[in-house]
């Protein structure tokens, strides 16, 4: 029998994100990071979560979430075609493992969407610095205060 420390975990599984996900969102963010009146919360997350110009996924394990991903797709004025935006929520405990499961999702959601670039406009300041390693090893770069990454 196997010690239950060299027992390999159970996969990360990505599924669709539903109106009603959003205890789990509160789960993964900080008290302090959304806005006090709760019915205007659930107002705003089920619009969000049903819109169909967002791709939104929940990833899990073990029963429990470990992470989100919201990509938002907007049309330009100068450019043809979609735009993807990109806002994931993880804690810092899973952002190493779940973190770029996420974001290669993301990518893949995105180049279906016909969309040429993926950025990131903000991060979650108590996580900018593992946030910021994490995407440059998934390929977005700098430009000033945004993060892109190239699709194609």
């Not at 205890?23 to 659930?42: D, G, R, Y």
Request: charged fraction near 20%.
């Amino acid at each position: 029998m196997l010690e239950p420390r060299t027992m390999s975990q159970a996969p990360v599984t990505i599924r669709r994100g539903h109106r009603t996900d959003f205890p789990l969102l509160l789960q993964l963010l900080e008290p302090t990071t959304l806005p006090e009146n709760e019915k205007a919360q659930v107002r705003y997350w089920r619009r969000v979560a049903s819109s169909p110009v967002h791709d939104f996924y929940v990833a899990e394990q073990e029963g429990s979430v470990r992470g989100m991903v919201l990509v938002s797709y907007i049309r330009g004025l100068t450019t043809p075609g979609w735009q993807a935006i990109l806002d994931l929520v993880a804690p810092a405990s899973a952002l190493r493992e779940v973190g770029p499961l996420l974001l290669d999702f993301a990518k893949i959601r995105a180049r279906q969407r016909g969309c040429q670039q993926l950025t990131v406009w903000h991060m979650m300041k108590n996580q900018a610095e593992e946030l910021s390693t994490l995407f440059s090893q998934a390929g977005f770069l700098h430009s000033g205060e945004v993060l892109s990454c190239a699709l194609q």
